[in-house]
């Protein structure tokens, strides 16, 4: 209770050192337009309320809430928010709801384009728990902005609803719809956000398990912090990726290198960078011979801003894919392999999460192993993912350890 009491003075008395000093992000994802054969419903939330689940990473007593409207066209009229504890599926812990305010106002707009962030609310979060955040709409664009490779189950009803409502026969989709980020009050903590693609998204995933490698990852280093085995501190893991998102080219979402600045660098008290895209430029290119040095281009310029900020940025090597029917030939393998050559041997990036190295065969090491790949040769499995996000904690936590 001194804690919260001290927070809130603080808050209270210095708003502007809470804001610079204190922010650190539990979780984000990223803004990406709708593509139709994947959301194909009616995608408009007008008059609608609804219930969007997210898994945090570290804790904290105040939140702030981050929306975006930023690929929209259409500005976004919000009746109100509230946030909660989540129990299963739909439901909540109705006790714990409370709503959020906007320059001390239930209700809010989003401008055509832009993002808010909402006041400072006090709610305690726990590490690695379950929150659902419920919009009340009173109007969206027909053309929203999403993120659809939720890989968690989102809950639609017609009207207004409070905490006390029945979600059970809600109309169900697993995606995200405008929710962009969610920080806490943490001065000791920073984060680590992770630029990526559908393997860092979590396709292979199991849907509402919170099984990606990123998930993982939160929870073995929050396991090293509870274990005080960690110098560290308290790492929020904010993932990033976006499936079918391309680092040079327009697939899903925009181009890493252009929404790198929004995406990563608007993060809060982001410390480490994971840049762990390339996959899909290398595997769709109809020009091997030159991707991997536009690759590679692109990679230096994502650096250089980076340390611009004094940000610690990490290469993740990319994956082997042969197998993939679409993706794999020899040429597109060699390109694989040069870009994989510069990160390791480079000194670009200011360490190196090798990837390939830990998921490749053995025997065939073109390939990913047999018993980590979701069916495709090119997404791994929960099994998969499990070994990249305690392999990715365990880099990070033993570069700080032989530094001291």
Request: hydrophobic share 40%; glycine share 6%.
């Amino acid at each position: 209770m001194k804690r919260l009491c001290t927070l809130l003075l603080l808050f209270v008395t210095s708003p502007l050192l809470l804001l610079a000093q204190g922010w650190v992000g539990t979780w984000a994802t990223a803004p990406q337009s709708v593509v139709k054969r994947f959301m194909p419903y009616n995608n408009e939330m007008t008059n609608r309320s609804v219930r969007q689940v997210i898994r945090v990473s570290i804790g904290g007593e105040l939140v702030r809430l981050k929306l975006s409207n930023e690929i929209s066209t259409e500005p976004v009229l919000i009746e109100s928010i509230y946030i909660a504890h989540s129990i299963d599926s739909c439901d909540i812990d109705m006790r714990s709801a409370r709503y959020m305010r906007f320059n001390g106002s239930h209700r809010v707009t989003i401008p055509a384009g832009k993002a808010i962030t909402s006041d400072a609310l006090t709610f305690k979060v726990n590490p690695l728990e379950r929150l659902a955040i419920t919009i009340n709409y009173r109007k969206a664009p027909k053309k929203p902005t999403v993120h659809m490779g939720s890989r968690t189950t989102s809950y639609i009803l017609k009207g207004q609803t409070t905490p006390y409502a029945n979600f059970k026969k809600a109309f169900r989709e697993d995606h995200w719809f405008n929710i962009s980020a969610l920080d806490v009050f943490d001065k000791t903590a920073s984060s680590v956000a992770i630029l990526g693609n559908s393997i860092t998204d979590g396709k292979g995933a199991t849907l509402n398990a919170n099984d990606r490698w990123t998930d993982f990852m939160a929870t073995h280093l929050h396991t090293a912090v509870k274990n005080t085995t960690s110098k560290l501190g308290n790492v929020g893991v904010l993932n990033l990726g976006i499936g079918f998102n391309m680092v040079l080219s327009t697939g899903f979402g925009q181009p890493a290198i252009v929404r790198f600045d929004r995406d990563i660098l608007g993060q809060s008290k982001v410390k480490n960078i994971i840049i762990f895209e390339g996959i899909n430029d290398i595997g769709t290119t109809k020009h091997p011979e030159s991707i991997a040095k536009e690759l590679i281009t692109a990679y230096e310029e994502m650096i250089r801003k980076a340390h611009k900020h004094g940000i610690k940025v990490w290469g993740g090597t990319i994956l082997p894919f042969k197998g993939n029917k679409v993706y794999y030939t020899e040429i597109r393998e060699r390109a694989r392999q040069d870009v994989n050559k510069w990160i390791r041997e480079s000194k670009a990036f200011d360490g190196i999460i090798d990837f390939d190295e830990l998921m490749r065969d053995a025997t065939v090491p073109e390939q990913l192993k047999s018993h980590v790949h979701a069916g495709d040769w090119l997404h791994p499995n929960p099994a998969g993912y499990k070994m990249m996000g305690a392999y990715a904690a365990k880099v990070l936590l033993d570069s700080v350890a032989s530094t001291n």
